[in-house]
């Protein structure tokens, strides 16, 4: 079959079994991988469009009043699609659509072989950003001139059809072969395109050079690195000039370059820290370039040093401009080679090793883990590193990844043909020879709190997003432990009649069933199970019923609860220690069984380094759990530590997650860190309160004995760019008016959105008071006109959900959370940002709790030490959501009086650049807003 017929609708809604209609039609003919033909028409749907439909397709009532109806239409539409596949971008909802149409006119339906291009492009180009037809026609530079019009969207979609042909056309014949036993799974009917790449292949003889296979197994050829030669470069005054002055460098190669004053005094900061051997605070406002003022003193020093140093960032964001952009611009700024490499916990990078097996084992693959499949097979004959986060996996596909990370893969002998294979072992390997190391703060603290195992040896590191490392290094000081790791763990374990772990085993060697203790597994494997579900159901009901005095709700709407052994009911806590200890012996004689199994094995020189991998896995598994169990309720830690209980109260009754921390990080840090390197900075565009770094050196336990700070000030000119509005005329939450406080806010945003014409980012100290200020906002604003995306009610990620802000012209974002910081939306898509509340912890937040507790039994101000600090940083991260670049313009309007009316309120206001303030009432901060803009 050569023919292929795209088709794109538009409609009044999402639903034809709701009476929702087709109001124009596009379809694109391809023939012999050339468009061929063409189709539009508008239909009259005999309804009115909806208002929001009008604005997003530019099709009103006039527009088909005159139209034919689908009747009409309909045999001159199925025609087209005589002999051809049927595509279409999402064909449940096309199809769906046409179908349905067809049914109620009581015509035949159409019953063409589908293939869906969204999910071909899951499948082909496994990378994209977005699989969004917009975000990935820009991906792939496919033209798009008319977005949102059906005819536009389907040649499109053709034309981005064409390119997943030739990818498919492209790939090798082991990723083919692979493809053809997940096909059944996939909506699209591909097997006769994989049948015939197939055959093409078999009887080929072309190689690609680029790919190599391994075991059934096709994948990118990358090159190892070599060292360096020795290199001569100049003084560091000269090589700051040759970049800033000399060559005029940066304008050559960065577009819409500004020189920043800044961001050369940055630079020398960090270089007079190496070179006193000193540690540095500095805080970098907006637009200052830090990424770039702290990559050449780095590259600089290590190159001269022979040295390696570190730079750690706490997203994967910034990790990826750093090499994808910054690191390639020095690159052309500078006559000297140097390498930079990024390197990542095991957990990152896929094990080849792993995937053969599994591929190899008779599994039941459901959709997702058939996708999955797929897509990882097709990216790794793109990939250089083997690190997952390079593609977005369908959500339970990460269950089938944490299978074949390399984590699983225990100790790989360096002999085996897999080691010289290992994306991970690869990525060690460059980051053993590189001048810059690029890591996230996870692996850093693992690696401090782990005896610098895991990173090769650096004395200087620096430390971007800093304000995350203590709530970083207390995550990876502390532990987590939910229900669902457990039954997950317990499933792949399975008993001995359930094809899993232990059960292969069983089937695969020959035991001398006498000399083991193999016929207990089945009996301590229940009884382990039952005790995990009677602990987590009874720690549930629990917090259940202790909620009601000690209440607190995390930002994803989860139930928290702060126990400690000397304040919790002794007859019920004792009942739950008697359960973890009695679940502790249990999986310490599944440990127990699994050693005796491996050493039985391993005495008869029979056990494959697969199975014992498994089984070396399964045990330090099992024992982390036993670990876990024993630090949470069973001893006392020799560091202060919070423990608290998060509940889904929405969810199942053993959706629970447990959690610990050290009080204080500080002591930790200055002994395993600070002390041992020779030169840490650390740098954040929100280090200080009030310009003082009093707050995060005492935090991160810094010593002042060799501590440098540094503050540089933003380019931007916040006097012309912002205006800071604070109505005096808000209800006072302290006197019970949450709703109408609620309702202030709803009509200050309906006011506002009316003159910014959207473009507002709302952000919430509460999942609560976001929620409800939705729903309120859903009955009084006119939804035709405004596009509501809140967090955690609209589906998808932060950056799904920022996309969609982006996508519509006029969009409110409600975010609370992860919104406050990391989300760049420059220029005209966002021209408001309100500040509902001041970001204030809850006094009740576990973590908080105790740290609040610990502070006051020292005889210190917990308020001024902790939370003002905390609040204030956090202020400035969402301040500094508004101005991105020189040209930004916007307001800022902070619903909360005590900015104003508190005597801590000044720390916000003096913590932020210096911008015209307007306190009044709400109508006339309004006229002002709109007079200003």
Same mark, same amino acid.
């Given at each position: 079959?050569?023919?292929?017929?795209?088709?794109?609708?538009?409609?009044?809604?999402?639903?034809?079994?709701?009476?929702?209609?087709?109001? =124009?039609?596009?379809?694109v003919?391809?023939?012999?991988?050339?468009?061929?033909?063409?189709?539009?028409?508008?239909?009259?749907?005999?309804?009115?469009?909806?208002?929001?439909?009008?604005?997003?397709?530019?099709?009103?009532?006039?527009?088909?009043?005159?139209?034919?109806?689908?009747?009409?239409?309909?045999?001159?539409?199925?025609?087209?699609?005589?002999?051809?596949?049927?595509?279409?971008?999402?064909?449940?909802?096309?199809?769906?659509?046409?179908?349905?149409e067809?049914?109620?006119n009581?015509?035949?339906?159409?019953?063409?072989?589908?293939l869906?291009?969204?999910?071909?492009?899951?499948?082909?180009?496994?990378?994209?950003?977005?699989?969004?037809?917009?975000?990935?026609?820009?991906?792939?530079d496919?033209?798009?001139?008319?977005?949102?019009?059906?005819?536009?969207?389907?040649?499109?979609?053709?034309?981005?059809?064409?390119?997943?042909?030739?990818?498919?056309?492209?790939?090798?014949?082991?990723?083919?072969?692979?493809?053809?036993?997940?096909?059944?799974?996939?909506?699209?009917?591909?097997?006769?395109?994989?049948?015939?790449?197939?055959?093409?292949?078999?009887?080929?003889?072309?190689?690609?050079d680029?790919?190599?296979?391994?075991?059934?197994?096709?994948?990118?050829?990358?090159?190892?690195?070599?060292?360096?030669?020795?290199?001569?470069?100049?003084s560091y005054?000269?090589?700051?000039?040759?970049?800033?002055?000399?060559?005029?460098?940066?304008?050559?190669?960065?577009?819409?370059y500004?020189?920043?004053?800044?961001?050369? =005094?940055?630079?020398?900061t960090?270089?007079?820290?190496?070179?006193?051997?000193?540690?540095?605070?500095?805080?970098?406002?907006?637009?200052?370039?830090?990424?770039?003022?702290?990559?050449?003193?780095?590259?600089?020093?290590?190159?001269?040093?022979?040295k390696?140093?570190?730079?750690?960032?706490?997203?994967?964001?910034?990790?990826?401009?750093?090499?994808?952009?910054?690191?390639?611009?020095i690159?052309?700024?500078?006559?000297?080679p #140097?390498?930079?490499?990024?390197?990542?916990?095991?957990?990152?990078?896929?094990?080849?090793?792993?995937?053969?097996?599994?591929?190899?084992?008779?599994?039941?693959?459901?959709?997702?883990?058939?996708?999955?499949?797929?897509?990882?097979?097709?990216? *790794?004959?793109?990939?250089?590193?083997?690190?997952?986060?390079?593609?977005?996996?369908?959500s339970?596909?990460?269950?089938?990844?944490?299978?074949?990370?390399a984590?699983?893969?225990?100790?790989?002998?360096?002999?085996?043909?897999?080691?010289?294979?290992?994306?991970?072992?690869?990525?060690?390997?460059?980051?053993?020879?590189?001048?810059?190391?690029?890591?996230?703060?996870?692996?850093?603290?693992?690696?401090?709190?782990n005896?610098?195992?895991?990173?090769?040896?650096?004395?200087?590191?620096?430390?971007?997003?800093?304000h995350?490392?203590?709530?970083?290094?207390?995550?990876?000081?502390?532990?987590?432990?939910?229900?669902?790791?457990?039954?997950?763990?317990?499933?792949?374990?399975?008993?001995?009649?359930?094809?899993?772990?232990?059960?292969?085993?069983?089937?695969?060697?020959?035991?001398?069933?006498?000399?083991l203790?193999?016929?207990?597994?089945?009996?301590?494997?229940?009884?382990?199970?039952?005790?995990?579900?009677?602990?987590?159901?009874?720690?549930?009901?629990?917090?259940?019923?202790?909620?009601?005095?000690?209440?607190?709700?995390?930002?994803?709407?989860?139930?928290?609860?702060?126990?400690?052994?000397?304040?919790?009911?002794?007859?019920?806590?004792?009942?739950?220690?008697?359960?973890?200890?009695?679940?502790?012996?249990?999986?310490?004689?599944?440990?127990h069984?699994?050693?005796?199994?491996?050493?039985?094995?391993?005495?008869?020189?029979?056990?494959?380094?697969?199975?014992?991998?498994?089984?070396k896995?399964?045990?330090?598994?099992?024992?982390?759990?036993?670990?876990?169990?024993?630090?949470?309720?069973?001893?006392?830690?020799?560091?202060?530590?919070?423990?608290?209980?998060?509940?889904?109260?929405h969810?199942?009754?053993?959706?629970?997650?447990?959690?610990?921390?050290?009080?204080?990080?500080?002591?930790?840090?200055?002994?395993?860190?600070?002390?041992?390197?020779?030169?840490?900075?650390?740098?954040?565009?929100?280090?200080?309160?009030?310009?003082?770094?009093?707050?995060?050196?005492?935090?991160?336990?810094?010593?002042?004995?060799?501590l440098?700070?540094?503050?540089?000030?933003?380019?931007?000119?916040?006097?012309d760019?912002?205006?800071?509005?604070?109505?005096d005329d808000?209800?006072?939450?302290?006197?019970?008016?949450?709703?109408?406080?609620?309702?202030?806010?709803?009509?200050?945003?309906?006011?506002?959105a009316?003159?910014t014409?959207?473009?507002?980012?709302?952000?919430?100290?509460s999942y609560?008071? *976001?929620?409800?200020?939705?729903?309120? *906002?859903?009955?009084?604003?006119?939804?035709?006109?405004?596009?509501?995306?809140?967090?955690g009610?609209?589906?998808?990620?932060?950056?799904?959900?920022?996309?969609?802000?982006?996508?519509?012209?006029?969009?409110?974002?409600?975010?609370?959370?992860?919104?406050?910081?990391?989300?760049?939306?420059?220029?005209?898509?966002?021209?408001?940002?309100?500040?509902?509340?001041?970001?204030?912890?809850?006094?009740?937040?576990?973590?908080?709790?105790?740290?609040?507790?610990?502070?006051?039994?020292?005889?210190?101000?917990?308020?001024?030490?902790?939370?003002?600090?905390?609040?204030?940083i956090?202020?400035?991260?969402?301040?500094?959501r508004l101005?991105?670049?020189?040209?930004?313009?916007?307001?800022?309007?902070?619903?909360?009086?005590?900015?104003?009316?508190?005597?801590?309120?000044?720390? #916000?206001?003096?913590?932020?650049?210096d911008?015209?303030?307007t306190?009044?009432?709400?109508?006339?901060?309004?006229?002002?807003?709109?007079?200003?803009?």
């Open positions: 079959m050569n023919k292929y017929v795209v088709i794109d609708l538009e409609t009044t809604g999402n639903s034809p079994v709701k009476d929702d209609k087709i109001i =124009e039609v596009g379809v003919v391809i023939e012999d991988n050339k468009i061929t033909d063409r189709y539009s028409t508008l239909l009259n749907p005999n309804k009115a469009i909806p208002p929001f439909i009008s604005n997003l397709t530019g099709i009103f009532d006039e527009d088909i009043a005159d139209a034919p109806t689908f009747e009409e239409k309909a045999e001159e539409i199925t025609n087209i699609f005589n002999g051809g596949y049927l595509i279409a971008h999402n064909v449940p909802f096309d199809l769906g659509f046409l179908n349905q067809l049914a109620n009581e015509m035949i339906q159409l019953t063409n072989p589908v869906d291009t969204v999910e071909l492009a899951r499948i082909l180009y496994p990378k994209s950003p977005s699989f969004k037809l917009e975000q990935l026609t820009e991906y792939l496919i033209y798009h001139d008319d977005p949102h019009r059906a005819l536009s969207d389907a040649y499109v979609t053709a034309k981005l059809f064409i390119k997943l042909k030739e990818k498919l056309e492209s790939l090798p014949y082991e990723t083919i072969d692979h493809l053809l036993t997940l096909e059944t799974m996939f909506k699209s009917d591909l097997r006769e395109l994989l049948v015939e790449r197939h055959r093409q292949l078999a009887f080929s003889t072309d190689e690609n680029e790919i190599v296979s391994y075991r059934g197994l096709a994948f990118k050829k990358t090159e190892n690195n070599t060292v360096s030669d020795d290199v001569q470069i100049s005054g000269d090589y700051l000039d040759d970049i800033y002055e000399m060559n005029g460098s940066m304008q050559q190669y960065m577009e819409k500004e020189k920043r004053d800044g961001q050369r =005094e940055m630079s020398e960090v270089f007079d820290a190496f070179q006193s051997h000193n540690h540095t605070l500095i805080e970098a406002e907006t637009g200052t370039g830090k990424s770039l003022a702290y990559l050449i003193p780095a590259i600089y020093e290590a190159v001269k040093t022979k390696r140093i570190v730079i750690s960032s706490y997203t994967t964001q910034l990790q990826s401009q750093l090499l994808e952009n910054e690191i390639p611009l690159r052309k700024l500078i006559d000297f #140097f390498k930079a490499s990024l390197l990542k916990g095991k957990n990152h990078y896929i094990s080849l090793e792993k995937l053969e097996r599994e591929l190899a084992t008779d599994q039941q693959n459901n959709y997702d883990i058939a996708l999955t499949k797929a897509m990882i097979l097709v990216w *790794l004959t793109e990939t250089d590193t083997g690190d997952i986060d390079e593609i977005q996996l369908p339970s596909g990460y269950l089938f990844y944490k299978k074949i990370s984590e699983t893969e225990g100790y790989v002998d360096p002999s085996s043909p897999w080691f010289t294979r290992s994306y991970y072992q690869k990525a060690r390997q460059k980051a053993q020879q590189a001048d810059i190391i690029i890591t996230n703060h996870a692996l850093l603290c693992t690696d401090m709190f005896g610098y195992q895991f990173l090769p040896r650096y004395d200087k590191v620096i430390i971007d997003e800093a995350h490392l203590e709530e970083t290094a207390s995550h990876h000081y502390g532990l987590k432990l939910d229900y669902i790791s457990l039954q997950y763990t317990f499933n792949q374990l399975g008993m001995t009649d359930e094809s899993k772990i232990f059960s292969k085993l069983l089937q695969k060697y020959t035991f001398n069933q006498d000399d203790p193999l016929k207990k597994w089945d009996d301590i494997f229940l009884k382990a199970k039952y005790e995990i579900d009677d602990l987590f159901r009874t720690l549930y009901q629990y917090v259940l019923d202790q909620q009601k005095n000690n209440k607190s709700i995390s930002d994803i709407g989860r139930t928290q609860y702060r126990f400690e052994d000397e304040r919790e009911e002794p007859q019920k806590w004792n009942t739950i220690k008697e359960m973890a200890t009695r679940l502790t012996f249990f999986i310490r004689d599944l440990i069984i699994l050693t005796i199994v491996e050493q039985y094995l391993d005495k008869k020189q029979v056990l494959e380094k697969y199975d014992d991998d498994e089984i896995g399964s045990m330090q598994i099992l024992q982390s759990f036993n670990d876990q169990i024993e630090q949470l309720f069973l001893i006392d830690n020799s560091i202060p530590q919070v423990k608290w209980i998060e509940i889904d109260t969810g199942a009754k053993n959706a629970v997650y447990l959690y610990s921390e050290p009080t204080d990080i500080s002591t930790l840090l200055a002994d395993d860190f600070f002390d041992k390197k020779e030169s840490v900075i650390l740098t954040s565009a929100t280090l200080t309160m009030k310009n003082s770094f009093s707050f995060i050196q005492n935090r991160l336990g810094l010593p002042t004995d060799r440098f700070t540094k503050k540089i000030t933003s380019p931007f000119s916040y006097q760019q912002v205006q800071l509005m604070i109505p808000f209800p006072d939450i302290k006197e019970g008016n949450l709703d109408e406080f609620i309702y202030a806010t709803c009509e200050a945003i309906i006011s506002l009316e003159i014409d959207g473009r507002m980012l709302v952000l919430f100290t609560d008071m *976001l929620r409800k200020t939705h729903t309120l *906002l859903k009955e009084t604003i006119d939804v035709n006109k405004y596009v509501l995306i809140a967090q009610i609209s589906s998808g990620s932060r950056s799904r959900l920022k996309k969609n802000f982006q996508t519509f012209d006029q969009a409110i974002l409600f975010g609370t959370s992860s919104f406050w910081e990391g989300v760049d939306i420059p220029g005209d898509d966002l021209s408001c940002l309100m500040i509902v509340r001041l970001p204030f912890q809850p006094p009740n937040h576990p973590v908080y709790e105790a740290k609040s507790n610990y502070l006051k039994e020292e005889g210190r101000n917990a308020f001024f030490e902790l939370a003002l600090p905390n609040a204030v956090r202020f400035k991260q969402g301040f500094g101005i991105r670049s020189t040209s930004d313009r916007g307001i800022v309007f902070v619903c909360d009086a005590r900015i104003t009316k508190a005597r801590y309120g000044k720390y #916000f206001i003096q913590s932020i650049p911008v015209p303030i306190i009044d009432s709400t109508h006339k901060l309004m006229n002002k807003a709109g007079d200003w803009f």
